[in-house]
């Protein structure tokens, strides 16, 4: 298991990248919007920090204490965080109001993680209740790595960030659509110095912080096809509608995911 100080500088490197990856208030009034107002118990998964109010009672969970110590705005008397695995949660059955999260159903190892995530997230809800989870996707038709890299080159792509999951949703090939992150840098190697590329084509070359750090990475995430996180959904008792969002490079490929019980 990675040391605690290895998560907090995880942290800290993820409230800097800004979108897509993290959300702002723009997001979080979407997710209120779809989900009603919020009111009753949040269950938040994953640390989120424009996500942290967004009920009347907030319980947010994350793998470890590390994200917390780095993203958590703190814990109050309507909000706190705790360690916790997605899989198992420390929630009563039929007690959420809502579920929401950013992510969470991407960075998992595998799609049985997946569904065992839409399991708990079925087993807390409130009879009534849904979820608003945004997810990366990959884009209908699918794109190669190689095409990914030709638009980037071609100036078709607004950022690093956007890059990075363009390239990530391009390796993970069904059915299993997982992919090493390693496996991301390798594939960005003919660019070149990747600030260098980004100033030559107007993007932020801070972001190629955020890119490199996946070198020797052992993690693995889930970029499933639209259709496929409906299957797995469906599976255990969740219907699933997509709503998309607007307003920053690779929306497109980020839509939420509205889940409530069938």
Request: proline share 7%; with cysteine.
């Amino acid at each position: 298991m990675e040391p605690q100080a290895h998560w907090e500088r995880l942290g800290h490197r993820l409230a800097r990248m800004g979108l897509p990856q993290v959300p702002g208030q723009r997001l979080a009034d979407h997710a209120a919007a779809l989900l009603g107002g919020c009111e009753g118990l949040t269950v938040l998964l994953g640390l989120t920090p424009a996500f942290a109010d967004l009920g009347a009672r907030v319980e947010a969970f994350d793998a470890t204490p590390g994200m917390i110590a780095a993203v958590w705005p703190g814990d109050t008397a309507l909000r706190r965080a705790r360690v916790a695995d997605w899989r198992a949660l420390p929630v009563q059955s039929g007690t959420a109001r809502q579920v929401i999260g950013d992510g969470a159903l991407n960075s998992v190892p595998d799609r049985a993680a997946v569904r065992a995530v839409l399991a708990e997230v079925r087993r807390v809800l409130a009879p009534g209740g849904r979820a608003a989870i945004r997810v990366f996707t990959r884009p209908d038709p699918a794109e190669t790595a190689a095409e990914v890299l030709a638009a980037a080159e071609a100036g078709r792509i607004a950022s690093l960030n956007a890059l990075r999951w363009r390239i990530a949703a391009a390796l993970a090939l069904g059915p299993a659509h997982e992919v090493a992150v390693a496996d991301i840098v390798s594939v960005v190697a003919p660019l070149g110095d990747l600030a260098d590329f980004a100033r030559a084509r107007g993007m932020q070359p801070d972001e190629a912080e955020h890119f490199l750090a996946y070198r020797g990475s052992p993690a693995r995430y889930v970029f499933p096809d639209r259709a496929v996180l409906e299957a797995d959904a469906e599976a255990v008792g969740l219907g699933c509608a997509w709503v998309p969002t607007e307003g920053y490079p690779g929306a497109d490929l980020c839509p939420f995911a509205v889940l409530g019980v069938i």
